[in-house]
């Protein structure tokens, strides 16, 4: 077929893992309006470490830190929200279609993984998800930190390491000349397995107290599952978007700190 000098022809596009990011955070806001509920009511310095990283250049105003996180949280809502209405985009629908594809990979999320895994238990050690919450705030306050803290790892996780990666490695196939389907999956591929190794790790004790934080022990079982996890949460915020994946992510956690861990399913 002859084509018409000078006008670009259509090919395989780059990855783009900001599609729908708009209505992803608008989507999310209940999350973010949850986590700052909880700051409001938790002792001081009890935070999502995810957080604190995207406050760090933050931390200079003080105790003004939070409101100035509020306005910035506001004004990109309203950010999106323009650039939805500006698209045409019927956000009840779009919405609540996240929500129920959020809850729908949230019900599936750990039967899933945990049959992946549980053939590998004879060499990773048996897979303890339990949440101590302890008796430091208010069980409600406490659940609303976990459930918006999802919002800020899928900000850090998959909106930037995510991203950046997909981006970088996309442009170096480009320069290699390599602009096909394949790129593309390798673009996503070595994205979701970087990010999900990073989230991975970001949960150690290691990591968490450089920021003040608590974190976990090395356990080969547990970094098995953060890393599955992070590989399913990677694929979901590829292919469903922001919206889905920070859903999924929160109500899981949610399920895990009400009690129905992997012994509930074995």
């Known amino acids: 077929m002859a084509h018409k000098k000078g006008v670009p022809q259509a090919g395989p596009q780059a990855p783009d893992p900001r599609r729908g990011f708009a209505v992803g955070f608008l989507a ?18 009890v935070r999502n470490s995810a957080e604190v990283v995207l406050g760090l250049g ?7 830190a939070r409101w100035l996180r509020l306005a910035l949280l506001v004004a990109c809502g309203g950010l999106a929200w323009y650039s939805a209405r500006a698209r045409g985009v019927r956000l009840s629908k779009a919405v ?25 238990e004879p060499w990773l050690g048996r897979l303890d998800l339990s949440w101590d919450v302890g008796d430091q705030v208010p069980a409600l306050v406490q659940g609303a930190l976990i459930v918006g803290g999802a919002a800020y790892e899928e900000i850090v996780f998959r909106v930037g390491v995510y991203s950046l990666l997909s981006t970088a490695i996309w442009r170096a196939a480009l320069a290699l000349g390599q602009a096909g389907r394949l790129a593309q999956g390798v673009a996503h591929g070595l994205a979701a397995l970087g990010s999900a190794a990073l989230f991975a790790a970001f949960h150690l004790q290691a990591v968490q ?3 003040g934080q608590g974190g976990s ?36 956690n949610l399920f895990l700190w009400i009690g129905i861990d992997p012994d509930v399913l074995r």
């Open 209 to 211: 107290s450089v920021l």
């Open 58 to 64: 933050l931390e200079v105003l003080g105790s003004g």
């Open 28 to 45: 999310l806001a209940p999350l973010f309006a949850a986590y700052e509920w909880a700051q409001a009511n938790l002792p001081d310095g």
């Open 217 to 252: 022990e090395y356990d080969a079982a547990l970094m098995a599952w953060l890393l599955a996890a992070g590989l399913v949460l990677a694929t979901i915020f590829r292919w469903r978007g922001l919206g889905v994946a920070g859903i999924t992510h929160a109500l899981f």
């Open 96 to 120: 609540s279609r996240a929500f129920l594809e959020g809850l729908l990979g949230a019900l599936l999320f750990a039967p899933v993984l945990l049959l992946a895994l549980a053939s590998f």
